[in-house]
């Protein structure tokens, strides 16, 4: 770890040497809570999941806000969040408005990003924002936790924001494409990241190979992988989500899974668990044997029946830290 | 040069209904494609049908002025006709409506274009492109040549977002190329990546900030000069 200390349950956990793993939460289109409150809860009964990313309008569509979420997960669950926060949607002022909103709730991680454009969303004729990108929200952030000021210098009072935050990579950045993304990251490790979160890998040799050029920052990486719990969101996630490819063999073994189990719902859960967990077990176990990574962030949104046939064989290290 | 489109007739025509008797001025200045008599003059006859099928007779005249945007020129031409018409339809961009506005301040002149942006004709690529959005703080000296305001959807400093794939953007479909990878192409190819990997820090949007005006007939007095030469 850098300069700054570890404040959050997540860089303390990494810190302190274990191989850690996230969860992810989407807040949507809906006025309740339960349901995400209620995979929190599943979340801190795993005893390895540190944190839950709460996402912000992910493809740019209109959804609750991710602030008060991370929020109620934190109260009413005891998951740590790691607040999710896109430059898209606020400009520079309404930024470090929330961000010490946040702070001011207890929130500890943020996750900093661009967001996809509002012209792939729910919402396609509105303005987005941009005032900053999502570098320079780093060096907001800098100025907010380490000098304690907004990004023109003017004193924050009344105590000290004590948060850490990260960047996300995309680690299907490859060939040619690859060194623009790495030096991109370098420009966000300048302004004083604490973590990286990358994007979902399905590829495992993409995946060492990205997280060995991302090693020379010496900054805690968490590789992402999505589990998916229908072919449906498998085919989705192919065909919509910017850059992401999901293998042809992986598509074609959730469908028949669904296929051969058609009317059967425990047995086509099993089925789908069962290609998840042959996928990605060896691919988690392959990461943290022999790769530089300290973790995973698993984006298994709404699918927490998966993680303990997925994550049970890894010491119960966060329940120190709830 | 502006690069503008035609709104479609019936929005036109919904703002000149009330007369009966109107001026239509091309503009032979930089704005792209062409909007100039001929243009003025086909606007005049679908007006006149459109009349015509309401039942309505219309009188139009078409002019075209050399530069609606300059007050001199765009005064000298209109107004032999101000007191005959009672509204102008111009077919320049929004400047050129505006400046109308302003100059030919008996009647009102109403907009038969969008203004889309400042772009170049770039007949290889595509007919209209837009490489620069003045956005009055030029990065171009630091990216290589590419503007990544106008040429990125999210007008970053410090490219490329997760929404490249390929080199493409996210908006549009992949099918434009992403400002920040033809950034980097160029910067590597010239040996100056130590620019890709420097970060630029938050724009002063001041100098975007509306309405954007430069003083240019500054006054100029040599007394102050004297004062000082009669201290000394």
Redesign the interface.
Known sequence: MGKRPAYSNLCKAIEAGHFVFTGELEPKKILDLSEIIESSKEMIKTKRIIAANVTDGPQGDAYMSSLIPSYIIQRDAGIEAVWQVAV?DRN?VALFGDVIAGAYMGLKNILV??G??T??GDNKKAR?V???????FC??LSKIIDDGTD?EGNEISGGKVEMNYGC?A?P??VGE?M???I??V??KV??GIDFIQT?TAFDIDVAKEFINELARFNVPILLGIFPMKSHGIAWYFDNYI??VSVPKDLLKALKSAEKDNKGNKPAKYAALDKVNVEFFKPFIKEIKENSKASGVHCMAVEYERLFIPLLGEYPEYAKGFY | MIITQQKDINEIYEMIKPYSKILIAGCDGCNQPPRSINEAKVLGQLLELKAKTEGKALIWKAITILRQCDDRIAATTVRPFLDDYEAIVSLACGLGVVMMNKIADKILTYPAQNSMFGGVQNASENDFIQYCETCGDCLLGVTGGVCPIAGCAKHLNNGPCGGTVDGLCEVGGYTRPCAWIEIYKRLKKFDRLDLFTKYRPARDYRSATSPSFIVINKTYTNEEEKKKEEKK
């Open positions: 898209r520079r990003l661009t996809d454009h012209a792939l987005p941009y005032d900053i990108d999502s570098t320079q060096e907001l990004y996300v995309n299907n950045a494409y060194e623009p993304e030096l991109k370098g420009r300048e302004q994007q910017p850059g």
